[in-house]
């Protein structure tokens, strides 16, 4: 797939130095865009910059999108924005969600207005598969939502309304992307709120049992960050007009439960430590705020947007794996 038409262009990434934002980076300028990348580093990390930092084209801004200035300095003079900057995590959220509210509400408020200020010409920006909340249709399509479980789940939701608003009253172009349990290199495996597959990646790299929160049928639409790349450089490029001020699922389509995950993972690492095939699997309660099941229904942005995953569930997790093995200790 080819995004000729972004070379020579300008695009701010916020959260710039996380897991999704740092990939999207790199994407961007292979593409030859000149990239600024917005980071406070409370999440993201300077290693996942590493190699890119030094390349022509790219520039670092070291600032909060809570300051309004911060926001304003940022924008100035982009052609596009990538927002990805967020308080993650449904349990920090349900823990701390005043920081979570700061962040992902007033912080997204300070993007839309600096970005309209700007004259940005579009704003595409990290929703998320919260906000269907306690939905129990399968699959999970994008005009059919639930209530909300989470403070997180809250957040993400009012940035979809306030993305409308903007685009209603002001004219800003906007498309939201709801993720469904992004994976792949340069994902944190460490600390209280690390996703599920870089935890147990280097749990069981490290021959500790994972803990499975719950019987582990619970399942989800695990997605490799390749295709969320795809994804946002589609609503980057996308001259469909029906497709702006859209939310679309980025997702595979495929349902995977946790315990079918955790053989994967298990059954992927012992090409490398055949060992790892006998460490244990452990159960823990439920985790509050988490929804049951998670599939989507990637139709809509099919057809007004071309997507086509690249990765499926299993493809996605051989290449996540060789990439924490060669940059994690615990296999050779």
């Not at 309004?68 to 900057?85: F, G, N, R, W």
């Not at 803990?211 to 969320?228: A, E």
């Not at 859209?246 to 430590?273: C, I, P, S, W």
Request: charged share 20%.
């Amino acid at each position: 797939m080819k995004f000729e038409k972004l070379a020579g262009k300008k695009v701010l990434v916020t959260g710039g130095a996380g897991f999704i934002g740092s990939n999207l980076c790199e994407a961007l300028l292979h593409l030859h865009v000149k990239v600024t990348c917005l980071d406070n580093f409370s999440t993201g990390h300077y290693r996942n910059l590493n190699s890119i930092k030094n390349k022509d084209g790219f520039t670092l801004i070291t600032g909060d999108i809570r300051n309004l200035e911060t926001c304003h300095q940022a924008c100035k003079d982009q052609d596009y924005v990538l927002h990805e900057a967020a308080l993650g995590s449904v349990p920090r959220s349900i823990n701390d969600p005043i920081a979570t509210n700061e962040v992902n509400t007033s912080g997204f408020l300070n993007m839309l207005v600096a970005a309209r200020d700007a004259g940005v010409k579009r704003l595409v920006y990290a929703a998320s598969s919260s906000t269907y909340g306690d939905s129990k249709t399968l699959p999970k399509v994008e005009h059919s939502i639930g209530n909300p479980l989470s403070p997180y789940a809250v957040t993400k939701l009012v940035n979809e309304l306030y993305a409308d608003v903007f685009q209603r009253a002001y004219g800003l172009d906007t498309i939201g992307l709801r993720y469904f349990n992004v994976f792949g290199r340069k994902q944190d495996p460490n600390g209280p709120y690390a996703a599920v597959i870089p935890k147990f990646v280097i749990q069981l790299m490290n021959h500790k049992s994972p803990v499975i929160n719950g019987d582990g049928t619970y399942s989800r639409d695990f997605t490799y960050i390749d295709n969320v790349i795809q994804m946002n450089l589609l609503a980057l490029t996308t001259d469909r007009r029906d497709a702006i001020n859209q939310v679309f699922n980025t997702a595979v389509g495929e349902r995977t439960t946790l315990l079918e995950l955790t053989q994967m993972l298990k059954r992927h690492l012992t090409m490398y430590d055949a060992s790892i095939g006998d460490v244990e699997i452990k159960h823990g309660p439920n985790r509050e705020g988490d929804i049951p099941h998670s599939l989507a229904s990637i139709e809509k942005a099919r057809e007004k947007l071309g997507y086509q995953p690249q990765f499926s569930i299993e493809a996605g997790i051989s290449e996540a794996v060789k990439w924490y093995s060669k940059n994690y200790t615990g296999l050779n």
